[in-house]
């Protein structure tokens, strides 16, 4: 199974920009990267996802390296609201079609 | 739009016995998933629908859950009979299979299940 590597926390100060990263060094050329994020008794939210360029959406912006193998998600400002977890995901292409594999996530703080 | 419902939202049951949860995609959303998440953990995937067909059930423990999307809208998953570690929030997603939305997963609120 493609697997994902991410910091088990992580803390911003608000209004400041926060860097997640991830490893996914086992990547392959067919597979996206996808970030999740799951507030406190909420199911988890799409928020962006890539494949071999950068991405900018509404809500953060993917960073994908080079070779693939990480990517950070950056979040401008962080708010309050932003405190959750985030994943990192690999959509694998099997035969059944796409698979959606999540891991354990890095927990964001926020401090005010 | 509405979004992805989920019932019950929580519920207690003891070892042994069983329980269903229902859940109402997406209007228009081919792909149905259920997930496990245990506390502490990341979603599992149990199995994925899409429309009325089974994609991937690899890790649903067959011997006790089943799942059905009989007229590939709404689906039910079924624990029968529940144990101590069946306790987990159960979540619902679905996603389109066309348009600019087709990789997206939209999730529901889960139901969490407390086995004692």
């Known amino acids: 199974d493609a697997k994902t590597t991410q910091p088990n926390s992580m803390e911003s100060n608000e209004e400041e920009p926060v860097h997640l990263p991830c490893n996914h060094s086992?990547?392959?050329?067919?597979?996206?990267i996808h970030w999740y994020r799951q507030l406190p008794s909420q199911g988890p939210e799409y928020v962006i996802h890539?494949?071999?360029s950068n991405v900018n959406n509404r809500m953060a912006s993917l960073a994908i390296a080079e070779d693939r193998k990480s990517s950070t998600l950056i979040l401008h400002r962080a708010t309050l609201r932003d405190a959750a977890v985030y994943y990192c995901?690999?959509?694998?292409?099997?035969?059944?079609?796409?698979?959606?594999?999540f891991g354990a996530g890095t927990r964001l703080f926020v401090k005010a | 739009e509405a979004g992805v419902a989920q019932s019950p939202r929580y519920k207690i049951i003891e070892k042994r016995q069983s329980v269903a949860f229902w859940c109402n995609p997406i209007?228009?959303?081919?792909?149905l998933y259920w997930y496990q998440q245990i506390l502490g953990q990341g979603p599992k995937l149990l199995i994925q629908?899409?429309?009325?067909?089974?994609?991937?059930d690899s890790q649903l423990p067959k011997d006790r859950f089943s799942a059905e999307r009989l007229k590939g809208v709404d689906s039910t998953l079924k624990i029968q009979p529940a144990k101590l570690e069946d306790s987990a929030v159960y979540l619902c997603?679905?996603?389109?299979?066309?348009?600019?939305?087709?990789?997206?997963?939209?999730f529901g609120a889960g139901t969490r299940l407390s086995v004692l």
């Open positions: 997603a679905s996603s389109p299979l066309v348009g600019l939305a087709k990789n997206i997963q939209y």
């Open positions: 086992t990547i392959s050329g067919t597979d996206y």
């Open positions: 890539g494949l071999t």
């Open positions: 995901i690999l959509r694998v292409l099997n035969t059944g079609g796409f698979k959606t594999i």
């Open positions: 209007s228009g959303h081919a792909t």
């Open positions: 629908f899409q429309n009325n067909g089974v994609v991937d």
